[in-house]
């Protein structure tokens, strides 16, 4: 496959309009000393539901719709959001997914994050002088973005070190001054959108981990309720990931063959996975929060709809579970 499509000439507009509303959207803007420009969405800002919304587009790279609805589906959570995306492989997967781990430090000062957005497109890291990425899932989308200027969305509670950002830079090829960071913690307004607005991309991540031919992906949705944030890291967590699994619903248009579309609405779902059953604090809890024990086959929607464009034909699989999502959000 092959993309020309730029997810940093789509997301940016959506970061200078955030900055140039800051007050309005509730965010606080500071411009470090190297250039850098740090947007806080909910660690000294109070953030909001509309930040995230716009977060959750700029992580997509400029390439999908994040929007905020009431829905009927679940009497009691009906705030729901919905995501689509035209280019939903490149949208997804090659800017939303937060495949970039960042780290500096050791200890009680150490920073780690994941980092998503536009930035990682950039960053695909070469070796010996190669344009060749370096990260398989590049080599495999046969996409690599350029530009003078980007950003990227970490889900943390403090302000990252400036080895960090040079860091960013460094691997992007732009100056420190072309960097936008954005910071959303997971107990904020803002953090908790912007992570089920990944309701799409937890679908297209696992129809990689199956095989599934990424070309063969041509248009999805998704649609997730959201959940009330909580001060606790690790029920705030939990309830992201439950909004998806037990909330989420996923509609997939492919090319190919009736039965790779009904084998990959088949294996889709959360109720899949081994880890199936209980709300995710609780699973996290278990595997003593090692994020490594849970099976990855866990993280996809509850319900999943699979179109095969060439045939017509739609296949269903999973269901929605009120009551795992009731146990998650009313605790």
Not at 4 to 17: D, E, F, G, W
Not at 72 to 91: K, Q
Request: charged share 20%; hydrophobic share 40%; proline share 5%.
């Amino acid at each position: 496959m092959q993309h020309t499509v730029s997810v940093n000439a789509h997301a940016l507009p959506i970061v200078k309009y955030m900055i140039a509303n800051a007050d309005r959207l509730r965010l606080k803007v500071d411009k470090l000393g190297n250039g850098c420009t740090v947007i806080d969405a909910g660690i000294d800002a109070v953030g909001g539901l509309e930040a995230g919304r716009l977060i959750a587009e700029i992580c997509m790279g400029g390439l999908g719709t994040v929007t905020l609805t009431h829905s009927a589906t679940f009497g009691r959570w009906p705030l729901t959001v919905n995501v689509h995306s035209t280019n939903p492989v490149i949208a997804c997967l090659g800017s939303q997914y937060a495949g970039w781990s960042l780290s500096h430090g050791e200890g009680k000062n150490a920073f780690y994050a994941l980092g998503s957005g536009p930035a990682r497109a950039l960053a695909t890291k070469v070796k010996d002088g190669s344009e060749e990425p370096v990260e398989e899932l590049y080599k495999e989308l046969g996409y690599r973005d350029h530009g003078k200027e980007t950003a990227i969305v970490m889900e943390v509670d403090k302000v990252p070190p400036v080895e960090v950002i040079e860091k960013i830079a460094k691997a992007c090829k732009v100056d420190t001054s072309g960097v936008n960071v954005i910071l959303t913690p997971t107990s904020s307004l803002a953090g908790g959108m912007q992570v089920v607005g990944r309701v799409l991309e937890v679908a297209l991540h696992k129809a990689h981990s199956l095989h599934f031919p990424l070309g063969n992906i041509i248009d999805g949705t998704g649609t997730a309720p959201v959940p009330p944030p909580h001060p606790n890291f690790v029920k705030a967590m939990g309830r992201t990931n439950d909004a998806i699994l037990f909330g989420g619903t996923v509609h997939l248009f492919v090319k190919g063959s009736d039965e790779a579309a009904e084998m990959l609405a088949n294996e889709l779902p959360s109720s899949v996975s081994r880890d199936y059953g209980r709300p995710f604090a609780e699973v996290f809890k278990d595997y003593k929060y090692d994020f490594f024990k849970v099976d990855p086959m866990l993280f996809s929607p509850a319900s999943v709809i699979v179109t095969a464009v060439e045939s017509g034909r739609s296949f269903h699989a999973g269901k929605l579970d009120e009551a795992l999502l009731e146990r998650s959000f009313g605790e």
